[in-house]
């Protein structure tokens, strides 16, 4: 009995093992390509679908590989060469796992038909950088290795001399004018003490560099919405009306308020609904570099440009202490106090005050002067703003004095926070100011996106 078994034991493994051999022969010997189709459905004249595994290759800032396929079931073999995590987004289609440098994905999309199809890497701002093109599907097409056009340093392919006159002019465009200017600062309304302004929400059309309008999402049509600045101690009113197609409500980011005006639907509050109108009133107890925004459906809204800024006091400037290298004066006195809110998503994208440059608002002062600038970042990812000239001195984060400011040249402002700095604008001329994550600020059509300057003009 013992041995019977033994033999059929035996015998098992046999056929496993020329189980084995026959599908790696049956593999070898399929067209490149393609595989069997998992399965059971077949194509109109009958025959077993097959499925098309096309290669496709991510780096900075392209996409390539096989990008002219047949239609039917596809399965892409992400591959990311380059150095930071993409994606791979089809339209219509969807969006395939976030790929890490280095790594491979098998992204199954199933049935794909005839036709072309933009795609890009959804990873914000990368389609910007140049991460983008077309996927053309096509009866009879082989895969092939086809680029999909965008992206740096292919050499000999690059129309090097066209990339150059379009990043000169880009720069020589600087100032561009644009219809709208975000942060114009609204004067209350007093009312028995009571400092009063109305908002009003609706989607209007803004345009963030020349020629292009986007459907924004505005407070009173602007972005960024009306800058409010109050005293210590001033009792505040804000009557919101919504004019979106969908609930709203503002939250008083970074300001002190009672917990039935923090601006939370549901929460604290009923959701403002279109056509309604909500007040909200609370007094000003301490000093505060703020920020107001909607909370319900933030990932859409503020993006696209529900967002301001309200400033309560002002913030102590250092005088008289050595800093570094650099002694203060005994007294500083402030020429230009800019509020200057970053964004990177949404309708608006990378921008400087819901403007990307050459539209871009430029500062101009005179030599010797000082300022003071807020960061707010309003978007969904750190930006380094650099200034190329000056050091900046940081004063306060987020609102609050710091005991022992520092100098920067970049200082990275992460979501939802904001910086205070000042700086002497000692030496004349064009200093550039931007974030230093460099594909938010140049793609091949030239210099866009959070790109201003310092104009220091001889006193």
């Known amino acids: 009995m013992n041995k019977t078994f033994d033999r059929f034991l035996v015998l098992l493994g046999a056929m496993g093992v020329l189980i084995v051999v026959m599908t790696i022969v049956a593999m070898a010997t399929r067209p490149a390509g393609v595989i069997a189709a998992e399965s059971p459905s077949t194509d ?27 239609p039917g079931p596809v399965v892409f073999e992400i591959h990311n060469a380059g150095t930071v995590t993409h994606n791979l987004e ?14 491979t994905v098998s992204w199954d999309v199933g049935e794909i038909g005839e036709g072309t199809y933009e795609i890009v890497c959804a990873i914000v701002g990368h389609k910007e950088a140049g991460m983008r093109g077309i996927l053309t599907v096509e009866a009879g097409a082989a895969v092939g290795g086809e680029s999909a056009g965008g992206g740096h340093g292919h050499g000999a392919d690059m129309d090097w001399g066209t990339l150059d006159e379009a990043m000169m002019q880009s720069i020589m465009a600087f100032p561009q004018a644009t219809e709208g200017q975000g942060n114009a600062l609204l004067e209350p309304e007093i009312v028995d003490g009571v400092k009063v302004y109305e ?41 919101l009306h919504n004019k979106l197609p969908a609930g709203t409500d503002i939250h008083w980011h970074g300001i002190r308020t009672p917990n039935d005006m923090d601006g939370v639907a549901s929460l604290t509050q009923p959701l403002v609904l279109p056509g309604e109108t909500f007040v909200y009133e609370f007094v000003a107890e301490r000093p505060a570099v703020g920020m107001y925004h909607a909370h319900t459906h933030g990932q859409m809204a503020v993006p696209n440009g529900l967002f301001g800024v309200l400033i ?20 500083i006195e402030i020429a230009q106090e800019i509020p200057m809110v970053l964004n ?14 050459p539209a871009t608002e430029p500062y101009v002062v005179n030599t010797g002067d000082w300022l003071m600038v807020h960061y707010y970042n309003e978007g969904l990812q750190s930006h380094p703003m650099h200034q190329h000239q000056f050091p900046q001195l940081i004063i306060a984060k987020d609102g609050f004095p710091l005991d022992h400011p520092y100098w ?49 003009q001889d006193s």
């Open 199 to 239: 908002l009003t929400t609706e989607i209007t059309p803004w345009e963030v560099e020349a020629g292009r309008f986007v459907d924004a999402w505005t407070y009173n049509g602007i972005v960024p919405g009306p800058m409010m600045k109050v005293d210590v101690g001033d009792t505040v009113r804000v009557i």
């Open 44 to 70: 109109p004249a009958g025959a077993p679908a097959v499925t098309t595994v096309a290669a496709v290759t991510l780096g900075e800032w392209s996409i390539a590989g096989d990008l002219t396929i047949p």
């Open 90 to 103: 089809i339209d219509g289609v969807g969006v395939s796992p976030d790929v890490n440098s280095g790594q």
């Open 312 to 331: 309560i006091g002002d913030v102590p400037v250092p005088t008289s202490r050595t800093i570094g290298n650099i002694t203060l004066p005994d007294e």
């Open 408 to 456: 920067a040249d970049t200082i990275n402002v992460a979501p939802g926070e904001r910086y205070t700095v000042i700086l002497h604008a000692d030496d004349s001329g064009v200093w550039v100011w931007h974030c230093h994550i460099l594909n938010h600020v140049e793609r091949e059509e030239g210099m866009f996106g959070m790109v201003t300057a310092l104009i220091v």
């Open 344 to 357: 990177d998503a949404g309708v608006i994208g990378f921008s400087l005050n819901g403007k990307s440059f």
